[in-house]
């Protein structure tokens, strides 16, 4: 897996029963390279020669994940024998189910060629086509493990946050519910040089400018939009926060602001993932959090306080914050081929329930 915050990959090596319940072997980590992330970022919007930079990222993105899955295997002593197959979701850089296409950088053919498994991939596009949104697809893997006798929430606060809610003897519902970290990491990236906000610090010595949270509140109306929905980088970008901070006469490169910018984007994340769950999850009394952004300890105490009950890391449920994504790609890998329908109308949108992925064999 690697998401929209474009720190890396993430790999979880797993074996999975006959109901697809999953038993973590290892795991592995690959960051990614300053060029190749300034790259993939450049290449969420529209430039030069793109088409041929594209496939020349996809494939530096690909050597990365074969070097987690090497990494996951000498792990667990497992040969590449032994492995059914990878699920390897790709990069996303255009994310526009409104206009009938989702797009994810990946090269499973040389994915496949480089590490002589099978490879499922290109997991969203067939949602799409359907209709759907082709997102979030972990909802039913969240049922399937953190499903339990009362309403819980899931919430996954990658570059985006989205939510999943788990009721007993139901369908599950998810949605994306707007930026986790993807607005933080570029402002503290700008005004710091570091990458993200290491557990919320920098952030936390800033002070809520409450016109700028409203602004960025009220002025987009995607919030309030009802779900299905699902969103990305194609909305929640520099742009749009430049915009909204010219709107209240903040300067980019204001330095004595940026702080106080940075505490302001993380209650824009607590409040609309607040909201969200008040709204569709009313019954909900806890909620695990899954992804990076459950270790910003100053936006895990805003979400305690906005909804005043346990917000817990997944880590209290046996699986580790930073293993859910990626296990859920390789439960999506497992279902595609147990050919498995596992999108859901009720989360997507999509016509009905449909077989994800495509195989490239080994
Ligand atoms: N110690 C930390 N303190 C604060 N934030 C952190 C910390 N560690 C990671 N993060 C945040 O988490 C982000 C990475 O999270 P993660 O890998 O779950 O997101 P992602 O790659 O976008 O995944 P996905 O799209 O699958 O949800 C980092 O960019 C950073 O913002
Ligand atoms: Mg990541």
């Given at each position: 897996?690697?998401?929209?915050?474009?720190?890396?990959?993430?790999?979880?090596?797993?074996?999975?029963?006959?109901?697809?319940?999953?038993?973590?072997?290892?795991?592995?980590?690959?960051?990614?390279?300053?060029?190749?992330?300034?790259?993939?970022?450049?290449?969420?919007?529209?430039?030069?020669?793109?088409?041929?930079?594209?496939?020349?990222?996809?494939?530096?993105?690909?050597?990365?994940?074969?070097?987690?899955?090497?990494?996951?295997?000498?792990?667990?002593?497992?040969?590449?024998?032994?492995?059914?197959?990878?699920?390897?979701?790709?990069?996303?850089?255009?994310?526009?189910p409104?206009?009938?296409?989702?797009?994810?950088?990946?090269?499973?053919?040389?994915?496949?060629?480089?590490?002589?498994?099978?490879?499922?991939?290109?997991?969203?596009?067939?949602d799409v086509a359907a209709g759907g949104q082709g997102?979030?697809?972990?909802?039913?893997?969240?049922?399937?493990?953190?499903?339990?006798?009362?309403?819980?929430?899931?919430?996954?606060?990658?570059?985006?946050?989205?939510?999943?809610?788990?009721?007993?003897?139901?369908?599950?519902?998810?949605?994306?519910?707007?930026?986790?970290?993807?607005?933080?990491?570029?402002?503290?990236?700008?005004?710091?040089?570091?990458?993200?906000?290491?557990?919320?610090?920098?952030?936390?010595?800033?002070?809520?400018?409450?016109?700028?949270?409203?602004?960025?509140?009220?002025?987009?109306?995607?919030?309030?939009?009802?779900?299905p929905?699902?969103?990305?980088?194609?909305?929640?970008?520099?742009?749009?926060?430049?915009?909204?901070?010219?709107?209240?006469?903040?300067?980019?490169?204001?330095?004595?602001?940026?702080?106080?910018?940075?505490?302001?984007?993380?209650?824009?994340?607590?409040?609309?993932?607040?909201?969200?769950?008040?709204?569709?999850?009313?019954?909900?009394?806890?909620?695990?959090?899954?992804?990076?952004?459950?270790?910003?300890?100053?936006?895990?105490?805003?979400?305690?306080?906005?909804?005043?009950?346990?917000?817990?890391?997944?880590?209290?449920?046996?699986?580790?914050?930073?293993?859910?994504?990626?296990?859920?790609?390789?439960?999506?890998?497992?279902?595609?081929?147990?050919?498995?329908?596992?999108s859901?109308p009720?989360v997507t949108g999509a016509r009905?329930?449909r077989?994800?992925?495509?195989?490239?064999?080994?």
């Amino acid at each position: 897996m690697s998401g929209t915050s474009l720190d890396g990959i993430d790999a979880v090596l797993a074996r999975f029963d006959a109901y697809g319940h999953p038993t973590i072997l290892s795991r592995a980590s690959v960051s990614f390279t300053p060029s190749l992330k300034e790259e993939l970022l450049a290449l969420n919007t529209s430039g030069q020669d793109e088409l041929a930079r594209a496939a020349k990222a996809s494939n530096a993105l690909v050597d990365l994940y074969a070097q987690a899955v090497e990494q996951a295997l000498t792990q667990a002593s497992l040969a590449r024998e032994e492995v059914m197959a990878i699920g390897a979701h790709g990069q996303t850089v255009r994310h526009c189910p409104q206009d009938g296409y989702t797009l994810q950088l990946n090269a499973p053919a040389r994915l496949a060629e480089l590490t002589g498994i099978d490879v499922i991939a290109d997991f969203r596009s067939r949602d799409v086509a359907a209709g759907g949104q082709g997102a979030p697809l972990v909802p039913m893997f969240h049922a399937g493990v953190f499903a339990t006798s009362h309403t819980r929430v899931v919430l996954n606060l990658g570059g985006i946050a989205n939510i999943t809610i788990l009721r007993p003897h139901a369908e599950p519902q998810g949605f994306d519910t707007g930026p986790a970290n993807a607005l933080m990491d570029l402002w503290c990236q700008l005004h710091t040089g570091d990458p993200y906000d290491a557990n919320g610090l920098w952030g936390a010595g800033g002070t809520i400018d409450q016109d700028l949270l409203d602004l960025l509140l009220k002025g987009e109306p995607w919030f309030a939009t009802p779900p299905p929905k699902s969103t990305g980088r194609d909305l929640f970008n520099q742009a749009w926060l430049e915009h909204r901070l010219q709107q209240c006469n903040i300067g980019v490169l204001d330095h004595s602001r940026a702080q106080d910018v940075q505490a302001t984007l993380r209650s824009l994340t607590a409040q609309t993932v607040a909201n969200a769950i008040r709204t569709y999850a009313h019954d909900a009394r806890e909620v695990f959090v899954c992804g990076g952004g459950a270790r910003n300890e100053a936006l895990m105490a805003d979400l305690r306080d906005l909804l005043g009950y346990a917000v817990e890391p997944t880590d209290k449920l046996g699986i580790g914050t930073q293993d859910v994504e990626a296990l859920a790609f390789a439960w999506l890998a497992w279902a595609h081929q147990q050919r498995i329908a596992v999108s859901r109308p009720a989360v997507t949108g999509a016509r009905g329930n449909r077989i994800l992925g495509a195989c490239w064999p080994a």
